[in-house]
């Protein structure tokens, strides 16, 4: 069946650092591809999305371009800030025929000042 | 407008109880999906609601699991005869409609825990 492996965290950063978090799927047909976050006492909202091969989302500084060939859609942000410390998690929309949305198990990222 | 709202935001019972968690999803919102968060794990699929019906109900555990949606709006979820391995905190969100590319809207979820 369907299933999305992401990143295993705590990821702790210094601010203005690089960050990539990891997120690879196995689908049968064309999913879209989500990226959820979670910011502390709040809940999950969606950060960025892609619902075709080679397409990239982008919103809040953050990205991820959806490549069919590696099976992959890995989030990255150029220049972290400690407003970013939440938790991340990748998603797999419903194929042909389903309903059901896949989350990843989620990616704790704490920036440190 | 005003976001989903679950209620209670916590829920403390006894092993062997019945409990019922509510979900309100946006208003206008068709779709409407319940998620299961334990500890340390991704979020679980439960159920999806289109309307009132409900054609994906294959993430429920076990047949102590039930939910309905009235008027297509508020939805319910029941788990009956509790048993501590179903603390966890349970998540709704609903969607303006049933497509594989909608964002989804979630609430702050009910945290459940079973003595």
């Known amino acids: 069946g369907n299933s999305v492996t992401q990143m295993e965290g705590p990821v702790t950063l210094s601010e203005e650092a690089f960050l990539t978090i990891n997120c690879t799927y196995t689908?049968?047909?064309?999913?879209?591809l989500f990226w959820y976050v979670q910011y502390p006492g709040e809940g999950l909202q969606l950060l960025l999305k892609?619902?075709?091969?080679?397409d990239k989302g982008s919103n809040k500084g953050f990205e991820a371009t959806y490549r069919k060939e590696t099976t992959s859609f890995h989030l990255e942000k150029g220049s972290v800030q400690v407003s970013d410390s939440a938790v991340y998690f990748c998603?797999?929309?419903?194929?042909?025929?389903?309903?059901?949305?896949?989350f990843g198990t989620g990616t704790r990222l704490k920036v440190l000042a | 407008g005003a976001g989903v709202s679950q209620s209670p935001s916590n829920k403390v019972t006894e092993k062997g109880k019945d409990v019922e968690l509510r979900c309100d999803p946006i208003?206008?919102?068709?779709?409407l999906y319940w998620y299961r968060q334990s500890l340390g794990q991704g979020l679980e699929f439960l159920i999806y609601?289109?309307?009132?019906?409900?054609?994906?109900k294959s993430g429920l555990p076990s047949d102590r699991f039930s939910a309905e949606r009235t008027g297509g709006s508020v939805s319910t979820l029941t788990i009956q005869r509790t048993q501590q391995e179903d603390s966890a905190v349970y998540l709704c969100?609903?969607?303006?409609?049933?497509?594989?590319?909608?964002?989804?809207?979630f609430g702050p979820g009910t945290r459940l825990t079973v003595l």
């Open positions: 969100a609903s969607s303006s409609r049933p497509s594989s590319t909608d964002t989804q809207y």
């Open positions: 689908a049968t047909g064309y999913p879209s």
């Open positions: 892609a619902t075709k091969a080679d």
């Open positions: 998603a797999l929309g419903p194929t042909s025929g389903t309903y059901k949305y896949i």
């Open positions: 208003s206008g919102h068709t779709a």
């Open positions: 609601f289109q309307g009132n019906s409900a054609p994906d």
